[in-house]
């Protein structure tokens, strides 16, 4: 399932900005969906995960009380609300989607577009 994420952008550190992830063809309520991100020189980690049906979220320990991620089914349509910016929160931003609750980053053979946030301090 190839996603777009998008929303990113420049801010200053303590700000906000909401990221969206959609599908263009697959119906995402069929998946549970995933946010990863990838800063210059480092390897792609996980960010937080949302179940198909929005019961269950899992969040990064980096970012545990600062990012939320949500879903609009109907909208076909996953958020990640990042509050509290901190210059290493850097990075590209991905969404993936996957049938199994697995988030390795080994799950995805490929990955769709993503979008930078750059944090300024």
């Known amino acids: 399932v190839q996603l777009q994420a998008y929303g990113g952008g420049l801010v200053q550190a303590g700000g906000s900005l909401r990221l969206s992830c959609a599908a263009s063809v697959q119906t995402l309520s069929n998946y549970h969906v995933g946010w990863f991100r990838q800063a210059p020189g480092k390897e792609r980690e996980f960010v937080a995960a949302?179940?198909?049906?929005?019961?269950?979220?899992s969040h990064a320990d980096s970012v545990k009380g600062r990012f939320t991620i949500s879903r609009d089914n109907a909208k076909n349509t996953v958020y990640l609300q990042m509050n509290s910016l901190k210059p290493e929160d850097t990075a590209i931003y991905y969404c993936?989607?996957?049938?199994?609750?697995?988030?390795?980053?080994?799950?995805?053979?490929?990955w769709g577009q993503g979008t930078q946030v750059t944090v300024s301090s």
């Open positions: 949302i179940m198909r049906t929005a019961g269950l979220t």
């Open positions: 993936a989607a996957n049938v199994r609750w697995n988030w390795a980053t080994t799950e995805f053979g490929s």
